[in-house]
């Protein structure tokens, strides 16, 4: 990285956090800390509800995502835009006529204060738990190929974020994503065109998707019936409808984002907003992904993007085995482009039996490929068991940090950095929050000022950042990054979400039973995950993930209305009689 | 029910944008898959 690189990402972190704290400086009331003033317009609250979403993990893994396996994973979103309307009309209303602070104010409405403070602790479990790997998530992957300290990383992301969401709350969180997402977007098209820029001068970007095609990374959709697929039609629009509604319908760190609405209206048009431009920005990100991948098909890539494991390898016994595979690939690489060129020239002259000839060949060498990757994993796993050997989270850094200009390095960290920022302030303010009035304020005997729970929200917030700080320092990686997250989350989400579609659509089922049907439900959810998911290597899962979110939900209801039937079974005057 | 409440939980064509427009990615997508592979 040269002086220009950390000038612009120093410069633009920087930026963001001294106009988070001067724009946002004095708030003095729980109203104005809590729900920004209940100011923000539709455009603010659809950007903030897409930068609390999109993490660096998304930056960072999703092309790597597309390079190995292609775009599938954007159908994971294909329940979301559902999901947007469904929270419009049925949350959206009740939050803002309720004039709530937080989601689980409402479970106490409706049920009790036992059901409330569950589903805050079962927020703050997984919540807190992602905080920690949100910051972790680029720290190990920026550490891995900078050299920078993994500790140190932690605490600077971990401080830049708290100054700024300790001191103006929930409207700077706001107003910082809105700042956020403009360096990301502009970063990624930029970055996008300098990838096309790079791909040998016959091949346009027509071309460049044929040569994607050619090699199964443009297999988008795929609407077969098997649960054990992660990606699917019709899990993204099942178990992606239940994940996106419990998300964003009942995670306090998306629902304090629309709270903020000036009006009803204002939220639903920003969480619509959302539903519009979701899907083309993940479809985008994929897109990069994709076009990293056709970039190796002309240049040489390592055999395993993590310098670390590479490295590892280098220094064993292996070093020689390691060589001799690292030699095959580069004979294998020089195939490839010969291959590519046949391709190419027979599209240009629309030959198409030789175009079907110039394929199959690819495939065969895209074969090989695999092969020579896959025992390159072997040697590594061999030299050092405990390394990293699933290098899709290192693909897309490996790119910027060889082939990019001086300059745009520093923009694109500075991308990766401020997508770690966003989502980390949410889900600190949102943490913050919920431990301040979910369970402090709402736990206290005695009266007390606005001013002290705007105290005590702040000291919260900073006590979640450190604990997030915390976390990311004794995290271990396992798998992709974005996945573990999502896992995280579907083991908990699915039982939440039930417990508000309990509290919205069925009036008769009261708090008792909610209450031990929502704890028998965690679980036996976390038994599933155990026996179905943990256990088996990945991709050799019995269950794809999703599923958690609809069983969760479907358990949580079922088991409720048991309860339920038995409780007044119990209490009726035949039962005594 | 007040008349606000009913407008804010009635439909709106808003939402079906959304879902015309999502409906027009996944037709999108169909049209990557079979003419680039």
Known sequence: MGALDWTILCG???????????????????????????????????????????????????????FHDGMGFVQFYFGLPLAMIIICLVFVPLYHKMKIYTAYEFLE?????????????????????????????????????????????NVIIGTLVIIYTVSGGTKAVSVTQKQQMFIIMTGMFITFFFILGYLPADINFSKALKIAGASNKLEILDFSMNTTSRYTFWSGITGGLFLALAYFGTDQSQVQRYLTGKSVRESQLGLVFNGIFKIPMQFFILLVGVMVFVFYQYNPSPLNFNPAATQTVMESEYAEDYRL??????????????????????????EYAAVEMAKKQIIEINKKDSINRVAAKTIITQADGDIETNDKDYVFIHFILNNLPKGLIGLLLAVIL?????????????????????????????????QHYVKASRWFTFLWGVIAIAIANVASLFDN??????????????????????AIFFKFVKGNAVFFAAVLTQIIVCVIYYNLIHIYPSGEEKLGYLWLNFIGAALVIAIAFVFEAFDRMLNSPLAVN | MSGEEDENKSWKKEYS?????????????MYIMTSFT
């Open chain 1, 12 to 66: 633009t972190l920087l930026f963001i956090v001294t106009y988070g704290v001067w724009k946002t400086r004095g708030s003095q009331n729980v109203d104005d800390y809590v729900k920004g003033g209940s100011e923000a317009k539709w455009g603010t609250i659809g950007l903030s509800v897409m930068a609390t979403q999109a993490s660096a993990i998304t930056f960072l893994s999703t092309p790597g995502q597309a």
């Open chain 1, 325 to 350: 595979l690292q030699e095959g690939q580069v004979a294998l690489e020089a195939e490839k482009r010969i291959a590519q060129n046949n391709f190419s020239s027979a599209l240009e002259i629309k």
């Open chain 1, 418 to 450: 401020s997508a770690a920022m966003s989502s980390t302030a949410s889900e600190l303010n949102a943490l913050g929050t919920i431990t301040a009035l979910d369970l402090y304020k709402r736990n206290k005997k005695e009266e007390q000022t606005e």
């Open chain 1, 481 to 502: 990054l974005i996945q573990l997250v999502n896992i995280i989350g579907s083991i908990f989400y699915g039982n939440v979400l039930g417990i508000f579609l309990l």
């Open chain 2, 17 to 29: 944008i959304v879902l015309i427009l999502n409906l027009i990615y996944v037709l999108f997508f």
């Open chain 1, 109 to 153: 409405g409706r049920f009790d204060l036992k059901t409330r403070s569950l589903a805050a602790i079962l927020f703050l479990i997984q919540r807190g738990l992602a905080a920690g790997i949100t910051i972790f998530a680029p720290s190990i992957i920026l550490s891995a190929v900078l050299g920078w300290d993994l500790r140190t990383l």
